[in-house]
């Protein structure tokens, strides 16, 4: 793969200093390390960017489900009401009690059943079938949640969020411990402590890219007006 990069450590008389045989710049001949280590890093550059696309809808799932709540039920016994913004507590601790599950109970139980370890690209795949699995139920919830309204105008209660963000934390439980340990496993030694910030950046960039698509889907479609019991929630 990328065999031209070869080229990057051909040593010719141009790049050498002929008293000690060093490099006149180091910026025209790398070893063959080097050029080995960016080919490594260009191999997971395609997982990296899907990375980012699965995450996106995840951004923006979460943003939305801020908005449901508002106009949705949070009252908990006479009391107590729901803030809207603490719901992303519940992801956190979804996929909190999901990574300790998966290391105390299904790896092992996949490992003795299967006599293999999942690997870490398995365990991304699964993440990802799992967020596919919370926006189905986020679009299912609220278009029942836009019918009760239109039916009776009564808002449906806040907890029928729970289940998609529940969803939403086990994906997160499965594939960002995988990124993690698919690029930290894939990456030059020289360069691991940085692999193991790909996914708080993949994470970053997939809340620029929500907040941008967000407001795409606002100055093309009427999905997302101020009031979004007059929108489509569902359909983004």
Not at 15 to 23: E, F, I, M, T, W
Not at 66 to 79: E, I, K, S, T, Y
Not at 141 to 156: S, Y
Request: net charge positive; aromatic share 8%.
């Amino acid at each position: 793969m990328c065999r031209f990069l070869n080229r990057a450590a051909l040593k010719t008389e141009e790049d050498l200093n002929h008293k000690d045989g060093s490099a006149n710049n180091i910026w025209r001949l790398c070893t063959v390390q080097e050029v080995e280590d960016f080919k490594a890093i260009l191999r997971l550059v395609p997982l990296w960017v899907a990375i980012i696309f699965v995450s996106t809808p995840i951004a923006m799932q979460t943003s939305l489900i801020v908005l449901q709540a508002l106009v949705m039920d949070r009252g908990l016994g006479p009391h107590f009401k729901v803030p809207a913004g603490s719901l992303q507590v519940v992801i956190m601790t979804s996929a909190s009690t999901f990574i300790i599950m998966n290391n105390w109970l299904v790896y092992p139980m996949y490992q003795k059943l299967t006599k293999k370890r999942l690997t870490p690209l398995q365990k991304v795949g699964i993440g990802q079938v799992f967020t596919i699995l919370s926006m189905v139920v986020s679009a299912v919830v609220e278009a029942k949640r836009l019918k009760t309204v239109e039916n009776n105008g009564h808002p449906m209660s806040v907890l029928w969020l729970f289940p998609p963000l529940v969803i939403v934390g086990i994906g997160e439980a499965f594939h960002f411990p995988g990124n993690i340990e698919l690029f930290y496993g894939e990456f030059p030694e020289s360069l691991r402590n940085t692999a193991t910030s790909l996914t708080s950046l993949v994470i970053g960039i997939s809340f620029y890219l929500s907040t941008a698509l967000i407001d795409l889907i606002q100055r093309t479609t009427k999905w997302l007006p101020n009031d979004i019991n007059s929108g489509r929630v569902d359909n983004v």
